[in-house]
């Protein structure tokens, strides 16, 4: 049984009655195939940056699954500033890629992969990531070009790991500095409540490492899940067929 699974949930507040109240007072207008497809079931949003690479690259757009968690301020529709908490409640696993606000700047949204949960102790060790004092495995896999993912010359080429989670989830992670700015780091706690979130190219993203400017997600931030890669297009515009599916 994992830390998660051992939580436990707080009684509702009255704020969580708050919340039911309007849903029910919104369903009519939810029931709206448009709304309801957009504000409820799935969010389409759009890759701006390489942080994620190769799971997510600039220029796809995916779906994000807001049912998966549960809804809240931040992906509950028209939900006013005073809702805290979650109706139907659900917390993410290890390896998702989730959609999410941060505690310290509420008015972006960032995507993300899931690596620490409630209770968790995380650190980053040569550019590998420790789980509760245990490396995360990983394989080394050929280098491939980095293309924008590194910043550099497209030509150059990046180093991947195959990294999978004891719960199973595997990807790829891009390595593109051998002694990265946040390839070492102090053991982070997860707090209750919390997740602890890494991009995928490790050397290229502004994640939960970072604890004075981003550090742990709050559960009640999260807006959804990614499901599924459903177009995409590269530098030029022109469509990236082969990327059309889900995300890893």
Same mark, same amino acid.
């Given at each position: 049984?994992?830390?998660?699974?051992?939580?436990?949930? =707080?009684?509702?507040?009255?704020?969580?009655?708050?919340?039911?109240?309007?849903?029910?007072?919104?369903?009519?207008?939810? &029931?709206?195939?448009?709304?309801?497809?957009?504000?409820?079931?799935?969010?389409?949003?759009?890759?701006?940056?390489?942080?994620?690479?190769?799971?997510?690259?600039?220029?796809?757009?995916? $779906?994000?699954?807001?049912?998966?968690?549960?809804?809240?301020?931040?992906?509950? =529709?028209?939900?006013?500033? &005073?809702?805290?908490?979650?109706?139907?409640?659900?917390?993410?696993?290890?390896?998702?890629?989730?959609?999410?606000?941060?505690?310290?700047?509420?008015?972006?949204?960032?995507?993300?992969?899931?690596?620490?949960?409630?209770?968790?102790?995380?650190?980053?060790?040569?550019?590998?990531?420790?789980?509760?004092?245990?490396?995360?495995?990983?394989?080394?896999?050929?280098?491939?070009?980095?293309?924008?993912?590194?910043?550099?010359?497209?030509?150059?080429?990046?180093?991947?790991?195959?990294?999978?989670?004891?719960?199973?989830?595997?990807?790829?992670?891009?390595?593109?500095?051998?002694?990265?700015?946040?390839?070492?780091?102090?053991? #982070?706690?997860? =707090?209750?409540?919390?997740?602890?979130?890494?991009?995928?190219?490790?050397?290229?993203?502004?994640?939960?490492?970072?604890?004075?400017? #981003?550090? $742990?997600?709050?559960?009640?931030?999260?807006?959804?899940?990614?499901?599924?890669?459903? &177009?995409?297009?590269?530098?030029?515009?022109?469509?990236?067929?082969?990327?059309?599916?889900?995300?890893?």
């Amino acid at each position: 049984m994992t830390v998660l699974q051992e939580s436990i949930r =707080p009684a509702a507040r009255s704020s969580d009655w708050k919340a039911i109240v309007v849903l029910i007072l919104m369903i009519p207008v939810l &029931w709206s195939p448009v709304i309801l497809f957009r504000f409820v079931l799935y969010q389409p949003f759009n890759i701006p940056s390489g942080s994620m690479a190769p799971a997510l690259m600039v220029g796809d757009y995916v $779906f994000a699954a807001k049912y998966a968690y549960g809804y809240g301020r931040y992906s509950l =529709p028209f939900a006013p500033s &005073w809702i805290s908490g979650r109706i139907l409640a659900a917390d993410p696993e290890y390896g998702d890629i989730v959609v999410f606000r941060t505690a310290k700047d509420s008015s972006v949204d960032y995507v993300k992969r899931v690596v620490g949960l409630p209770g968790d102790r995380i650190q980053m060790r040569q550019g590998q990531l420790i789980l509760n004092g245990r490396p995360v495995t990983r394989v080394a896999l050929e280098a491939t070009p980095a293309g924008e993912a590194c910043g550099v010359d497209d030509r150059a080429a990046v180093k991947r790991w195959r990294e999978t989670l004891p719960s199973g989830a595997s990807y790829v992670t891009y390595d593109c500095a051998d002694d990265g700015t946040l390839d070492n780091t102090n053991a #982070f706690t997860v =707090p209750p409540g919390h997740f602890f979130v890494l991009g995928d190219n490790r050397d290229n993203s502004t994640d939960s490492r970072m604890q004075s400017t #981003f550090g $742990f997600v709050p559960m009640d931030n999260l807006i959804g899940k990614v499901t599924r890669i459903f &177009w995409s297009l590269d530098e030029d515009g022109e469509p990236r067929f082969e990327r059309i599916g889900k995300v890893e």
